[in-house]
């Protein structure tokens, strides 16, 4: 006689122990944020939005707040040597230190967080001002970078307590490029370390890989890498992670592990409902693109399929076209954007696809070991 086997306990649908909103803003360590500040304004048209520094209290650093649509960059820069942000920048150079992520409960993400071994940044901190409270919280990741939660339901202010609104007269009739929010944002982490943070991502914060590529898919011949995308449950959040792997030359992941002194983010991608005007518009301001031969556009249409969009504007402006199952996508990276050949933004407009540009990591990657070898890096 059969005997009915013990039913598991049914999980809920929704058991996301960290519900993340998105991204809430990204924080640069660098060497001199006035200046910082007027390249993103200027280049990247972004909007000045809020200032903190000795003029508001603050004694050890000036962190400047800019805005496009969804997206926020916090440029912070320290007035004193031995502090740990000089201590960051002088062994990084310019680069991310803060990936922040909205929350509706800051205190609980770090408790769920730091009880799966997360190891705690920032205990919850309660910060209020005459616009209300605001709670931060925060866990590390690789490297020296870390996760801060915010929870500003409470909060009314323009950015958060201890800022002030900041407006200077310099950038009163700059318009915008057209950026609206962070698609998603790429970590390089030493040999062999790739599964250790997939872990991570799964056990302490809820995330699912959702895409792997292995040496097979990024040519040994190119710059050959390994990565898996993360992303956490609603798919606002996405973090691929990049390590090295064995190739003919350098990877370029090695390249930024030697010069960012170690793991750090390599790229933030950042979404246009245009790609051609949002390019365009960051070429004529100065921003410096990676170009692919012209010889990828011969058997584009072929490769892809039908596009909504003219060859020819693609071709001139070096945008870079795959499609998946779900349809297609369009992106184009740029050059470092400090001397260092670490941090690089991608640009990327997604009609229907979901994934992150397979068909074009050949093409990319010559692109990348062509400036390698410029740099004598290879
Ligand atoms: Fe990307």
Redesign the pocket.
């Known amino acids: 006689m059969l005997t009915v086997a013990k039913q598991l306990p049914v999980m809920p649908v929704s058991n996301d122990f960290l519900p993340l909103l998105g991204t809430d803003y990204v924080e640069f360590y660098v060497g001199n944020a006035k200046q910082a500040a007027h390249y993103y304004i200027n280049a990247f048209g972004f909007t000045p939005l809020a200032y903190a520094g000795p003029e508001t209290g603050l004694k050890d650093r000036a962190s400047y707040v800019i805005c496009q649509h969804k997206l926020t960059f916090v440029l912070t820069t320290p007035l004193k040597a031995d502090s740990s942000i000089a201590a960051h920048i002088a062994r990084h150079g310019d680069g991310v230190k803060v990936l922040a992520l909205l929350v509706n409960d800051a205190a609980d993400a770090w408790k769920q967080t730091t009880q799966r071994g997360g190891i705690s940044y920032q205990q919850p901190l309660y910060l209020k001002d005459n616009y209300g409270e605001a709670v931060i919280s925060g866990i590390s990741t690789y490297g020296d970078t870390v996760h801060l939660f915010i929870e500003r339901k409470k909060y009314g202010g323009v950015f958060l307590p201890g800022y002030n609104a900041w407006a200077p007269s310099f950038a009163a009739n700059l318009v915008d490029t057209g950026l609206l929010y962070v698609d ?1 944002c ?1 970590g390089n982490v030493g040999w062999n370390q790739m599964n250790m943070w997939v872990k991570f991502y799964e056990d302490v914060m809820g995330f699912k890989n959702i895409l792997s590529f292995d040496d097979a898919d990024i040519s040994t011949e190119y710059s050959a890498l390994m990565s898996k995308v993360m992303s956490n449950g609603n798919g606002f959040v996405k973090f ?1 992670i990049n390590e090295p792997a064995e190739g003919k030359n350098k990877s370029q992941v090695e390249e930024y592990l030697e010069f960012y002194n170690g793991e750090g983010v390599q ?1 933030i ?1 950042l979404a246009t409902n245009d790609i051609v005007k949002t390019v365009k518009d960051l070429m004529r301001r100065g921003v410096e693109f990676l170009k692919v031969p012209s010889s990828y556009y011969d058997e584009l249409l072929d490769r892809v399929g039908k596009i909504d969009e003219d060859l020819e504007p693609l071709k001139e402006l070096g945008i870079l076209v795959d499609r998946d199952n779900e349809g297609y996508l369009l992106q184009l990276f740029s050059k470092p954007v400090q001397d260092r050949p670490t941090l690089f933004f ?1 640009i990327i407009q997604r009609k229907g696809a979901k994934s ?1 540009g397979k068909g074009n990591f050949k093409a990319l990657f010559e692109a990348i070991e062509f400036e390698q070898g410029l740099r004598g890096n290879l």
Do not use: D, I, N, T
């Open positions: 998603h790429v691929p790229h991608a991608e992150f």
